[in-house]
Antibody, heavy 119, light 110 residues
Framework: EVQLVESGGGLVQPGGSLRLSCAAS????????MHWVRQAPGQGLEWVSY????????FYGDSVKGRFTTSRDNARNSLYLQMNSLRVEDTAIYYC????????????WGQGALVTVSS | QSALTQPRSVSGSPGQSVTISCTGT?????????VSWYQQHPGKGPKLMIY???KRPSGVPDRFSGSKSGTTASLTISGLQAEDEADYHC??????????FGAGTRVSVL
């Protein structure tokens, strides 16, 4: 069974940092592209970042570029999101999602990790 | 990259059909046949319902269908059922490994 489990969420002050992890199981992690997608309270989904299966290609949405860093460790079946210079507007549930072979086909999602940025 | 435009809410009675639109630009929806739709019940994570504009993953009822015309994609739910009440989000590829979502549409079953 495919499972994605996020961890590392919590409360952080503006300007602070936080690192999210996503543990993958039930599939060959190293064969799949992965993404981070977030959802602010009461809002729609927002694409955050993409990382290729081998980690060579990484792209970010405009709102997080330069502040967030996505990485993966295929040996540990894990995906990471390092969030620096956090802002109040970064408050959201952060999901990791697997992209199937078809583009823009996010076929499995984690349960989400809540990040709250507040003083 | 601006969010795709979706109606805030749509509603219908059981058995009726409802259609949710998702409007983008020639740089996303209009430029690629890579549009997907996700269903999200309160407090839950998103679930893939449609990908590649019209394809349904295994296990998704055939009352869910997708289409696209120009820069607007659509999700139609035929034979609306109580369990279809949820939020629905569209997503489009926007080139160079960038993606854009819509703001989401609340479907209510009257």
């Amino acid at each position: 069974e495919v499972q994605l489990v996020e961890s590392g969420g919590g409360l952080v002050q503006p300007g602070g940092s936080l690192r999210l992890s996503c543990a993958a199981s039930g599939f060959t992690f190293s064969s799949f592209k992965m993404h981070w997608v977030r959802q602010a309270p009461g809002q729609g989904l927002e694409w955050v970042s993409y990382i290729s299966s081998g980690g060579e290609s990484i792209f970010y949405g405009d709102s997080v570029k330069g502040r967030f860093t996505t990485s993966r460790d295929n040996a540990r079946n894990s995906l990471y999101l390092q969030m620096n210079s956090l802002r109040v507007e970064d408050t959201a549930i952060y999901y990791c999602a697997r992209e199937a072979t078809d583009i823009c086909n996010f076929d499995y999602w984690g349960q989400g990790a809540l990040v709250t940025v507040s003083s | 990259q601006s969010a795709l435009t979706q109606p805030r809410s749509v509603s219908g009675s059981p058995g009726q059909s409802v259609t949710i639109s998702c409007t983008g630009t020639s740089s996303d929806v209009g430029g690629y046949d890579f549009v997907s739709w996700y269903q999200q019940h309160p407090g839950k994570g998103p679930k893939l319902m449609i990908y590649d504009v019209t394809k349904r993953p295994s296990g998704v009822p055939d009352r869910f269908s997708g289409s696209k015309s120009g820069t607007t994609a659509s999700l139609t739910i035929s034979g609306l059922q109580a369990e279809d009440e949820a939020d629905y989000h569209c997503c489009s590829y926007a080139g160079t490994s960038h993606y854009v979502f819509g703001a989401g549409t609340r479907v209510s079953v009257l």
